[in-house]
């Protein structure tokens, strides 16, 4: 299972599994967290490679979903909605695009959030980009 925050103060039925941008952690979802935890469970996780999963491998966007559906599944979660900012946006597109044997989740996710996520496709501006 991934490392994950879990308020267990949250009065919210709904469980929002939140992920962060590249370069962070779970961490940054602490302040939004006070905030949510009147109407939602807020779990936040981080993604392999990073924060307290920085020796978990799998750094492939597939590998990363299958990693959160194997949290999601541990948790027994049938109540939840994926949000994914940035890098872990795409991912958690992957997640909701692919139920069953692909990635095994037991239960669909109610919706998805993304928060300005990276494209599915090969990244905008490509290598020129990356150069400038």
Excluded at 38 to 60: E, Q
Excluded at 62 to 69: G, I, S, Y
Aim: hydrophobic share 40%.
């Amino acid at each position: 299972m991934l490392p994950i925050s879990d308020r267990p103060d949250a009065t919210g039925s709904l469980a929002i599994i939140a992920s962060h941008s590249f370069g962070f952690s779970r961490s940054e979802w602490i302040e939004v967290a006070e905030l949510m935890t009147p109407h939602y469970r807020l779990i936040a996780c981080d993604a392999t490679g990073f924060g307290d999963a920085h020796d978990i491998t799998g750094y492939t966007m597939a590998d990363m979903a299958r990693q959160f559906a194997d949290t999601i599944n541990t948790l027994q979660l049938d109540h939840y909605v994926p949000l994914g900012h940035s890098m872990t946006g795409k991912v958690m597109s992957i997640l909701a695009s692919r139920m069953g044997p692909q990635l095994g989740l037991q239960s669909a996710p109610e919706r998805l959030i993304l928060l300005t996520p990276t494209p599915l496709g090969p990244e905008v501006g490509g290598e020129d980009l990356r150069h400038a």
